[in-house]
Antibody, heavy 118, light 112 residues
Framework: EVQLVESGGDLVQPGRSLRLSCAAS????????VSWFRQAPGKGLEWVGF??????????EYAASVKGRFTISRDDSKSVAYLQMSSLKIEDTAVYYC?????????WGQGTLVTVSP | DVVMTQTPLSSPVTLGQPASISCRSS???????????LSWLHQRPGQSPRLLIY???NRFSGVPDRFSGSGAGTDFTLKITRVEAEDVGVYYC?????????FGQGTTVEVK
């Protein structure tokens, strides 16, 4: 069974950093891209960023709202993707989800809550 | 950025009756590889989103056949032939043809 489990969410102050993890199982992790999404409380879904598979250079794409502050990486040997978040803002408060991506964003995890508050 | 516009934003339905949601994009979603990366997702209250339809009309594994997607270019539709109680929640269209990927505002389906 394909499964992705997000972790690392926490309550942090504005300006601080946090790293989220996305642990995958049930498929060949290295063959797929990984994307991160988020959902602020009571709001809709927002795409955060994307990392291609190693075959495609592990290159990344980011939403303008996080570009320069967030970095996505992956460790295929551990089947884990990471979302390194720095210079966090109050508006980054959201549940963060990761998905595998092979032409479609499937297998959403339960998400991990990041709260940015003074 | 590609703007995705869903209509209606709220859809009160009677169980057993059909429902339809429209999604329009501000530019063509045909990728240079020839595919159209338009997906539909469903989020039940308090749950994570789940993929229903990908590439316009392909049902994801385990999705009941009462769900169907159609459309082309900039106009897309999700149809539910007979709404069941478990279908309530918010439906989103999402394009992953152009970066940044973007979502529609969401359509809330609720039972009358």
């Amino acid at each position: 069974e394909v499964q992705l489990v997000e972790s690392g969410g926490d309550l942090v102050q504005p300006g601080r950093s946090l790293r989220l993890s996305c642990a995958a199982s049930g498929f060949t992790f290295g063959d797929f891209a990984v994307s991160w999404f988020r959902q602020a409380p009571g709001k809709g879904l927002e795409w955060v960023g994307f990392i291609r598979a190693k075959f495609y250079g592990e290159t990344t794409e980011y939403a303008a709202s996080v570009k320069g502050r967030f970095t996505i990486s992956r460790d295929d040997s551990k089947s884990v993707a990471y979302l390194q978040m720095s210079s966090l803002k109050i508006e980054d408060t959201a549940v963060y989800y990761c998905t595998k991506y092979g032409g479609m964003a499937d297998s959403w995890g339960q998400g991990t809550l990041v709260t940015v508050s003074p | 950025d590609v703007v995705m516009t869903q209509t209606p934003l709220s859809s009160p339905v009677t169980l057993g009756q059909p429902a339809s949601i429209s999604c329009r994009s501000s530019q063509s979603l045909v990728h240079r590889d020839g595919d159209t990366y338009l997906s539909w997702l469903h989020q039940r209250p308090g749950q994570s989103p789940r993929l229903l339809i990908y590439k316009i009309s392909n049902r994801f594994s385990g999705v009941p056949d009462r769900f169907s997607g159609s459309g082309a270019g900039t106009d897309f539709t999700l149809k539910i032939t007979r709404v069941e109680a478990e279908d309530v929640g918010v439906y989103y269209c999402m394009q992953s043809t152009h970066f940044p990927w973007t979502f529609g505002q969401g359509t809330t389906v609720e039972v009358k």
